[in-house]
């Protein structure tokens, strides 16, 4: 898989689950993410709903996205990003509207500043 340069990671690229203290090996405990990212990604665009020249669709070009949100998963192939985390003591956590994207289609990854203006 060809990698992408421009790629900035915000975190490493090991899930965010982790053994916890105290545990059982096979036991795993979910870290919700601190850092709050915009993600530019490439995507398929639908190019024409009507007869059109061949030579028009030379014209056309992928849509960019652009996607705020918490990674929670990130592995060769993908991350997946979620715009909701619910935590609460002593609680499972939950998260909500989880967005899959292939690697590939990512132009970069920023992690976001608080204050900061994009």
């Not at 203290?21 to 990604?41: C, D, N, R, S």
Request: glycine share 6%; aromatic share 6%.
């Amino acid at each position: 898989m060809k990698k992408n340069k421009n790629l900035k990671q915000p975190c490493d690229k090991k899930n965010t689950f982790h053994s916890g203290e105290g545990m059982k090996k096979q036991e795993k405990i979910w870290v919700p993410p601190k850092a709050l990212v915009l993600v530019e990604w490439s995507d398929t665009n639908s190019v024409n709903s009507s007869w059109c020249p061949p030579m028009q669709l030379t014209t056309f070009v992928p849509t960019t996205c652009y996607t705020v949100g918490f990674i929670v998963l990130r592995d060769e192939d993908k991350i997946i990003l979620t715009q909701n985390i619910g935590v609460n003591p002593g609680a499972e956590s939950k998260i909500l509207h989880a967005m899959v994207i292939p690697i590939r289609c990512i132009k970069t990854i920023v992690e976001l500043k608080q204050g900061q203006i994009i």
